[in-house]
């Protein structure tokens, strides 16, 4: 019989988790684009021919301007086809986990439930429904893929080394979309250790040759953060990113930032949780001091993790390895370098995959009457909030009034709220949003800039060149071709050389 098929059984589970990811995300076929398409598709020629792709005047992530080529060769600049790919990436990383599930052995519950929480969480809608953002799926299919390879290497009586190229090929081409891929051979170290039989491994695991590399790569480190300009570079980052995130704009130190970033842990560890007041930005108070109630929950949260790390290596190793996928997918993310943001819910798309089936698994040890009646309720609520979030994602005025329901302080939001109106020719509604962002944020750019022109619209001359002096002052590295363009149109049209 065809159910009895193992090629049935597996591509079954295919088609119904790309179905249900197709009528859960079917509202994105109306959206327009948003947020980072436009400099990363709208404005990017490296998408619209190989030509351009080539040039490459927008360097990085190629896998993923590799998948946009194919969607601009098939609609165009339409935005709505654009979403069957999206889509599909997402459905297909749901059957991936489910399958990794299965090699993991941990029943079919486990695997079915696992890869459901995942497909309807909230927390995904971000990745889904912002087509800037399939470098997040992408780069999860391509290391699930590559996990699903190298558990077959490690099985696999012959044609090991088939498996083992295939596995380093995805692992590759998971790099090639995200960075975050490059942890992914020490999950599978952590595989290998906790399922592999010795004499079937197949990483190296020689007792001095991982202290060793260790010691190197710390080494190496050290000396770049020292002498290279690295420690430069990271107390920029923080205090760019605190200026930008937290409108915070005294002085700097490791303790305040690393405060910052520990309550971001447990904001986002409230998101997994609980996913409401979904959106693009975050912006929330600096902890005062170590006593703050985020920054001891965290901590907390912490010793947690590592307690269950030490409890779960021998006794439990399907737990100790999704612990350590949700560890080592997080670490890229978790701002002890600084990035763009403190929290973002698409920082928990891969470290969610492991999450998801850590839960899936708790409930698997539950009667079955009793694991029906919690997960069906708790995948149904969480699609329904999937549901509601998607719209936020419409177009820039929806993304962008979400973003500051939820943080009223934050100057990007209403920076972005100012741009709105000021492309739907709403001067006196850009200026106040505009104006409310330098209150925020005084060395808020483009708020500046912006202001200039809606008071040189208006015919405010000398308010147009207050803001567009104390934008040129700014000398922000991102803007330096559009001050240099303002400075002559300027001197041209009023005979002002700031």
């Known amino acids: 019989m065809a159910k009895n098929n193992p090629t049935f059984r597996t591509l079954l589970p295919l088609l119904i988790f790309l179905s249900l990811a197709f009528a859960l995300y079917a509202q994105t076929f109306g959206h327009a684009w948003t947020y980072d398409d436009f400099p990363v598709i709208v ?115 012959k044609r090991r080394a088939g498996w083992v190229v295939l596995a380093a090929l995805a692992w590759g081409t998971a790099l090639l979309a995200k960075e975050n891929a490059v942890v992914l051979p020490v999950l599978l170290l952590v595989y290998q250790r906790c399922f592999v039989p010795s004499r079937r491994r197949i ?27 690295g420690r430069a570079r990271h107390l920029a980052g923080m205090q760019q990113l605190l200026q930008a995130k937290a409108n915070y704009f005294g002085e700097v130190s490791w303790d305040l930032y690393y405060r910052m970033v520990l309550k971001s842990w447990t904001f986002m560890a409230g998101k997994v949780l609980w996913p409401v007041d979904l959106a693009l930005e975050y912006t929330y108070p600096l902890p005062m001091d170590w006593f703050d109630p985020w920054v001891l929950t965290a901590l907390f949260g912490l010793a947690v993790f590592a307690a269950g790390l030490w409890l779960t290596a021998r006794r439990a190793p399907r737990v100790f390895f999704l612990l350590a996928w949700a560890g080592l997918f997080w670490l890229p993310v978790s701002n002890l370098w600084p ?50 979030q998607i719209p936020v994602w ?59 022109l809606i008071y040189e619209r208006v015919g405010m001359k000398e308010q147009a060149l207050k803001h567009y002096r104390l934008f040129l002052e700014l000398d922000d590295p991102k803007f330096r071709a559009q001050a240099e363009a303002l400075r002559a149109r300027l001197q041209g049209a009023y005979g002002v050389d700031f």
């Open 43 to 157: 404005e990017n020629a490296d998408v619209r021919s190989w030509a351009g792709f080539w040039e490459n005047v927008y360097p990085g992530r190629p896998l993923r301007e590799l998948s946009f080529l194919l969607d601009h060769a098939l609609f165009g600049m339409n935005p709505t086809g654009w979403r069957v790919q999206q889509i599909f990436w997402h459905g297909l990383n749901a059957w991936l986990l489910f399958l990794v599930a299965r090699r993991l052995r941990v029943g079919r519950f486990v695997a079915w439930a696992g890869a459901l929480l995942f497909l309807v969480h909230p927390l995904n809608v971000e990745v889904v429904a912002n087509l800037s953002h399939r470098k997040d799926s992408l780069a999860l299919a391509f290391c699930l893929l590559a996990f699903l390879a190298f558990s077959r290497a490690c099985a696999a009586r």
């Open 394 to 452: 419409r177009s820039p005025q929806t993304l962008w009034t979400q973003a500051h329901r939820v943080s009223a302080t934050s100057a990007f939001a209403l920076n972005n709220l100012g741009n709105v109106h000021l492309l739907k020719g709403e001067l006196l509604k850009a200026r106040d949003y505009y104006t409310e962002a330098l209150a925020v944020n005084p060395l808020n750019t483009t708020a500046l800039y912006n202001l200039g």
């Open 203 to 229: 990483l190296p695991e020689g007792r001095g040759l991982w202290p060793v590399a260790g010691f190197a790569a710390i080494a190496w480190g050290f000396g770049w953060y020292l002498f290279e300009g």
């Open 339 to 388: 990035l763009a943001y403190f929290a973002a819910d698409r920082y928990c798309y891969a470290p969610l995959a492991g999450l998801c089936l850590l839960a899936a698994l708790a409930l698997g040890r539950l009667p079955l009457p009793l694991r029906v009646v919690l997960i069906v309720p708790v995948v149904l609520l969480l699609a329904q909030l999937s549901w509601r």
